[in-house]
């Protein structure tokens, strides 16, 4: 157990070394950010989620400014989604948001659409023009209905025209 | 006293006075290295007490143990000195834990009992460097660092040439004789044992005997006579058993998890 | 069938008797992590002997298995033509399972053994018992750090493993097959969440250590004190450590995705 000082140098280097790898991993790689300061909190109401997760993305122009901290059912049954936005944001109300795919099967995640109006969302206002996300079945559930319904004559018709809301990618 | 299923002694009652050398001697097995063990807390009984300085250590707390043990200092048949550290390290090591001594007296004091048991130059070398004879005073040096009141040896003489063996004898009488340590010394080592003993504690598959050497060597029971002439008195003997290396002799000697 | 059933019995009931026993070191090992003094050199020297020792290995064998994955994925991902996701296959293969688990199982192999032999044999050589009897606790002074390190070192290891796994999935899908660098990147940074994914796999890798340090320790400080008991202590960590920490990755796996 002699302590050489060679030997404490190379359990420092192996230290550093090995941090800077999980920070490698942890940023560079898995994408973990400051979050810039937070505290907007806005809500947006949307007839269909489609596989939106907590903690997915809230973007606009392409640009990450927020995440998603939580979705559940509002008393009308649509699903309420809570959005926890850097605080300098300044959204007119009349900004949109809509639920979008990276990709044709990526992750979903929030979209907002900037509108034109003088007053600006506070926290917890709620934004009102919200487009649900696109269930890419009963897209082609809707196509096939449309087909079989002119050319093949009904027995296949019931099969294709799925509108009951299966889950997203 | 009992490991597992396997009774060592059953009511034994012997005292070891104070300032005295008292040696334990017996057959492979017998439990004398126990005896020891017992009296440094190491194993417990399964009833009895054990008197250190007329305090009752069965049952106690490992730590309240850890005081009990300053007076104890225990020379281990195999050294056990911590074999990754100097001799000079190992002996300087329960001063630097337990002490607020600064290095230039703790030197002093490793210093000092190298010298007493004639080693003053190996501070530096590693445990493994050590030949049987050094290594038994490097672990004689430590056992007497904290200047204990009661000093256990097992077996100090195993392994060793006829004159280590007599220079480690020298040197515990001597050691017995300036400071009064109370010594309770197991082995196998007849002629020397018998030398430098005040009392004699003999351990038989019947029972024990106790007395003094010479009382002993004059018994009335043939057994013990017996077994006190069994090899004959010459010096040129060495009384290790080889069927028994030290790590077969731990293994009877261990208790339960401590 | 009678002895059959006992014997079934008697080893069930030891196999709980063993994980109390377990549990109850583990108790030790953190009280004395929180008792002065520190220890902190015998920490450094810890890692020294279970990190830096293992580094080789680990960075050998994490661009081996990331190179073979990448040749492996890369020629089944062509049969659907998603090869451009190579990049994500490989780093989500590495991040979520192969990093953390093949690095407990190699670190268990070397690092672990080393600990179990190393205890194992001061236990054989009497050194824990020499260190009580200088009052000093030998799992305060050796078990502890070593544990400790095993805990700190095993999140670092795994990192190194999945970087130089990711390195060697890039060099065979870049350099090899004539992916495109930028493509391999991209799939591999969209693909791999922190939360989901690589906090996870640095959580597997501490619960690892916790299991890899204990095993090795408990093995080397409950070993018989002879050499047979000592390769008996390093051989059941690494086949109890192996197979306790394949079992935790599928509970820890379960859980961490819910």
Known sequence: MTRSPLRDLLVGLFVVVGLCAIAYLSFSVGGLSYSGPGGLTIYAAFDQTGGLKPRAPVVISGVKVGQVTSIALDPSFRARVAMDLDGRLKLPTDTTASIVTAGILGDRYVSLQLGGDDKVLASGDSITFTESAIILESLIGKFMYGRTGGSSGGESGGGGADETQKKGS | MAFGSRVVFDSLSCGFPRGKISVILGGSGSGKSTILRLVGGLVQPRSGVILVEGQDIVGLAERRMYEVRRKLGMMFQGGALLDSLTVFDNLAFPLREHTRLTETEVAAEVQNRLDAVGMSNVGDLLPGQLSGGMLKRAALARAIIRKPSILLCDEPFSGLDPASTKRIERLLVRMNRDSSVTMLVVSHHIPSTMRMADRVLLLLPQGAVEGQPQELRAHADPRVTAFLNEVPDLDAESLEDPDEPPAGKAVRARGGMR | ????????????????????????????????????????????????????????????????????????????????????????????????????VLTALLTTGRAGSATAAEIGSMVATEQLDGLRMMSINPVHLVVTPKASAMIAVMPLLSALFIVCGLFGGYAVGVGLMGLDGGTYMSSLQSAVDFHDDVLGSLLKALIFGVLIGLISTYRGYTSAPTSEGVSAATTSTVVIGSVSVLIFDYFITALWGV
């Open chain 3, 1 to 100: 069938m009678r002895r059959a059933i006992e014997d079934l019995g008697f080893l069930a009931l030891r196999f709980v008797d063993d994980l109390g026993k377990l549990a109850l070191f583990t108790l030790r090992i953190l009280a004395a992590r929180f008792t002065p003094p520190l220890r902190c050199g015998a920490f450094v020297t810890e890692l020294f002997k279970l990190g830096v020792l293992s580094l080789i290995i680990i960075c050998v064998s994490g661009m081996a298995v990331g190179m073979v994955l990448g040749l492996q994925g890369y020629n089944t991902l062509v049969r659907f033509g998603a090869e451009q996701s190579l990049g994500a296959v490989v780093g989500l293969s590495l991040i979520r399972e192969l990093g953390p």
